[in-house]
């Protein structure tokens, strides 16, 4: 019998600032690939062509308690590689005790900053969408998929999948 890993715990560091006790909950980027069915001569069904990441992109949501004047000040930011973002998890198995570092970093931009609902004497928290230019999972130290959408670099488990075609472009 097998307990799945759970994250247990987990931090957020803003341009290497930490978020610990604010940070309230993170939603990690979804990966999604554009696919196009495509059916030809002597084929009794279509297959799906990869057509590389999905048109929605990759963004990174995530919420902490209070008013965080940091965050507000990246808005804007020029550079759409502008702002680092790194979340910190502690996954756990329960069956075993065994814990599984778990690391997210991306650089990108602010897209919303929703400051929330404020009432005097209630909890107030700040929502932040940041669409992403580049991202890499990292477990236990090893790089899992790095995706670097600026310079055309996108690796899973180690090998670069568009080496080839940045060969075949002249990049």
Known sequence: MAMPRKLKNMNI????????????????????????????AGMSGPVKADLGLSDDGIA??????????????QWGAIRA??????????????????VDAVEVVVRGR???IEPGEGTPGEDTEQKVTTTCSYYKLTVN?????????LNFIEIVDGVDRLAEQRKAIGI
Request: with cysteine; net charge negative.
């Open 13 to 40: 560091f803003n341009d290497g600032q930490s978020y610990q006790g604010v940070a309230k909950t993170v939603t990690l980027p979804s990966l999604g690939r554009k696919m196009e069915a495509f059916r030809g």
């Open 110 to 112: 602010h897209e919303t």
């Open 81 to 98: 590689d502008g702002v680092l973002l790194r979340f910190a998890g502690a996954y756990q198995r329960d069956d075993t005790g065994e």
């Open 60 to 73: 990174l949501e995530w919420t902490c308690g209070g008013f965080d004047v940091a965050t507000l000040r």
């Open 141 to 149: 130290g090893r790089v899992e998929i790095e995706i670097d959408l």
